[in-house]
C-alpha cells in the first residue's frame, strides 16, 4: 500500500463545530485529494491541490476548507459541522494528477459523524 | 454535477454468473481508470484504458473503452465471492491547467453463494 495515513480514522462531533481532518503521505506525490462517499453518490471531489500552497475546488466545495503548506499533509477543514456533512471522508494521492500512466492511491479513509 | 456516469447503481448476482457495469460520459475523456473498494474498504486501482477501442483483461475481468471515448465497460465472468465490493470508473476532468479525477456514481456488486 501507498505511505497515505489519515487521522482521525472515526469521528463524532457537534453541530457547529470546527474539524479538521488530516491526510499524510510519504510518496512524495504532487497531487493530493479530498473526497466524500455517501450512498447513492459514489465518490464527490471535495478539493485537491496541485502543489505546496496550490488548490483548487471540487465538485462539492461549499462548507469546506484546505491548507497544504507541506508537500505531505493535506488538510480538510469544516468550518462550521453540519449534519449533512456527516460521510466517509477519502483522501487520495497521485503523481500526475489525471494523466495516463498514473493512478490514484487512497487513504483508508475517515468516517465522520456530526449529530 | 458528476460527468461520470455508472449503471447500474446495485446488481445481486448469483456465484457463477456474469456481471457487467457500464460507465458514460457527456465528454470525451483521455483515459479511463477502473477501482474497486471491497465492503469497509477504500478503493484500490484496478486498470487503466487509454486507446480508441482498447480491450484489457485480468483473469476473470474485462475492461472495454469504447471507439469514441466516452463509455467503457467492466466485464466479470463466472462471478465469486471474492468479486464482491463497488466498481468505480474514473476520468479526468480539466480545471485551468489542471486535471482532477472524476469518479462515477459506482456499481455496488453482491454475490450470492
Known amino acids: 500500500d501507498a505511505g497515505i495515513t489519515q487521522s482521525p480514522r472515526h469521528k463524532v462531533t457537534e453541530t457547529g463545530t470546527p474539524v479538521t481532518l488530516r491526510c499524510h503521505q510519504t510518496e512524495n506525490h504532487r497531487y493530493m485529494y479530498w473526497y466524500r462517499q455517501d450512498p447513492g453518490h459514489g465518490l464527490r471531489l471535495i478539493h485537491y491541490s496541485y502543489g505546496v500552497k496550490d488548490t483548487d475546488k471540487g465538485e462539492v466545495s461549499d462548507g469546506y476548507s484546505v491548507s497544504r503548506s507541506k508537500t505531505e499533509d493535506f488538510l480538510l477543514t469544516l468550518e462550521s459541522a453540519t449534519s449533512s456533512q456527516t460521510s466517509v471522508y477519502f483522501c487520495?494521492?497521485?503523481?500526475?494528477?489525471?494523466?495516463?500512466?498514473?493512478?490514484?492511491?487512497f487513504g483508508q479513509g475517515t468516517r465522520l459523524t456530526v449529530v | 454535477g458528476q460527468q461520470v456516469m455508472q449503471i447500474p447503481q446495485y446488481q445481486h448476482v448469483q456465484e457463477g454468473e456474469d456481471f457487467t457495469t457500464y460507465c458514460n460520459s457527456s465528454t470525451t475523456l483521455s483515459n479511463i481508470q477502473w477501482y474497486k473498494q471491497r465492503p469497509g474498504g477504500h478503493p484500490v486501482f484496478l486498470i487503466q484504458l487509454v486507446k480508441s477501442g482498447e480491450v484489457k483483461k485480468q483473469k476473470r475481468l474485462t475492461f472495454q473503452f469504447g471507439e469514441a471515448k466516452k463509455n467503457s465497460s467492466l466485464h466479470i465472468t463466472a462471478t465469486q465471492t471474492t468479486d464482491v465490493g463497488t466498481y468505480f470508473c474514473a476520468g479526468p476532468r480539466r480545471s485551468g491547467g489542471y486535471q482532477k479525477v472524476t469518479f462515477g456514481t459506482g456499481t455496488k456488486l453482491q454475490v450470492i453463494p
Open positions: 487520495a494521492i497521485s503523481p500526475q494528477g489525471a494523466r495516463v500512466n498514473t493512478e490514484a492511491f
